[in-house]
């Protein structure tokens, strides 16, 4: 019950096509995911097992992706911690963070049955999926849940977020607990790896990120050796440097478009290493996208199946609110078609 391709990356088995997997590949750009968001609100898209499930089999089905994703939110954490959230259309909590009322947070052991949810949607998921896919789950980065938690967003330069930066050892002695429980209940219902996703966490300097974040990250992948993995955007190497060896558990890295992405085989010393083709090329005229593909591929077909072993294809970012979903496709072939 697990893709061939995507468990060789795992495993560092050198192989001809890489596994492809898109993150946000089931979302507001697929026709499937706009079909059954008329009929249901995305908080019930998450919450409903079967509906999850079905929306995470439809790229699938479309694209023929390895790998499939949890559909849920990142932000389900907070609400579980007793922060409250709704969709109108965007997130919105109840209430945001401070020193005053940081002590209204939820015991990590009363708030981890608000996730729930998850595991169903994790077993229903795995239960219609084809036996030749895998499921990958996620959650958020402590730091990027700390700047929603404080700001509601993460836009800008999180002003209020860093304003409260001495807030944010206690929440990491709330969130880092929670997040263990959390990535433990996905693992135990069947994903096969949990990814961090960490999307702030590049707005920070690389002496904060490694001092003050990067112990947090290491301390979950050594909960889980080989079965968490972590993505930041806007992030340099050194901030990525306690990661960079074998020794730190992760089961990979995942690198936006801004990174040169055949340098980083020599930089990384075991696990997968998924990216990272610019998404908003994806937006180009049919002709003009082949050529920006195959400009991106070339490189990586210069490699030995030896030297790029581990890669995971895909972007260097999610996939964008209506991209168009012939480039997607065209994606996945072209990738297959190079190095078949």
């Known amino acids: 019950m697990a893709n061939k391709r995507f468990q060789n990356a795992l495993k560092g088995v050198e192989q001809k096509v890489p596994p492809i997997w898109l993150m946000r590949q089931a979302g507001r750009y697929h026709h499937h995911y706009q079909k059954l968001k008329k009929k249901h609100s995305f908080m019930e898209l998450c919450k409903n097992p079967e509906l999850a499930a079905e929306v995470a089999l439809g790229p699938i089905q ?4 390895d790998v499939a994703i949890l559909f849920s939110d990142l932000l389900f954490p907070l609400e579980s911690l007793g922060m409250g959230l709704e969709y109108s259309p965007g997130p919105q909590l109840a209430w945001n963070l401070n020193p005053e009322n940081i002590n209204q947070l939820l015991p990590v052991d009363e708030a981890i049955g608000g996730m729930e949810f998850q595991r169903l949607a ?6 219609r999926l084809p036996q030749d896919k ?26 209020e977020a860093k304003k409260f930066w001495s807030l944010f050892p206690v929440f990491s002695e709330i969130i880092i607990p929670f997040l263990k429980k959390n990535i433990s209940l996905q693992l135990e219902a069947g994903v096969e790896v949990v990814m961090i996703f960490d999307t702030a966490a590049g707005e920070l ?4 990120y490694r001092e003050k974040l990067a112990p947090g990250i290491l301390h979950l992948a050594h909960c889980f050796p080989g079965k968490v993995g972590y993505y930041s955007q806007n992030i340099q190497l050194a901030h990525l440097s306690p990661y960079l060896s074998t020794k730190n558990d992760l089961a990979g890295l995942g690198f936006d478009h801004r990174w040169e992405l055949p340098t980083v085989f ?3 010393d075991g696990g997968f290493i998924q990216g990272n083709f610019d998404q908003t090329f994806l937006f180009s005229e049919p002709t003009e996208f082949t050529q920006r593909l195959n400009e991106f591929l070339q490189p990586f077909t210069e490699l030995s199946e030896e030297q790029r072993c581990g890669w995971v294809c895909g972007l260097g970012h999610g996939v964008l609110p209506a991209t168009p979903e012939d480039n997607v496709r065209a994606f996945v072939e072209t990738v297959r078609d190079v190095f078949a």
Request: aromatic share 14%; net charge negative; no cysteine.
């Open 266 to 268: 020599d930089l990384v």
């Open 122 to 127: 994790v077993q229903a998921t795995r239960g």
């Open 62 to 65: 479309d694209f023929d992706f």
């Open 134 to 159: 895998s499921l990958v789950g996620f959650v958020g980065g402590p730091w990027t849940l700390f700047a929603y938690a404080v700001e509601g967003s993460h836009k800008g330069g999180l002003r």
């Open 205 to 208: 300097s690389p002496q904060l």
